[in-house]
C-alpha cells in the first residue's frame, strides 16, 4: 500500500516539478521496494514458539 502511495506522490511531485516533492518520495519508493523484496525473499512461516513451549512442558 504504502509503495502504491509513494509511487502517486512521486508522480504528483513530478508533474508540480517540485524537486523537495519528488527527492523525499524517491526516498520513500526505495524504501518501500526493499521492503518489499525481502518480504518477497523471506516470508513469513508459521510461528514456532508455541510449539517449543508446548515441548518443554512435557
Known sequence: MGTIIGSLWLLYGIILLNYYMIFQNVVGLTLS??????????????????KDARKKKD
Open 33 to 50: 521496494l526493499c521492503q518489499l523484496v525481502l518480504l518477497l525473499l523471506y516470508p513469513g512461516g508459521q510461528d514456532n514458539s508455541d
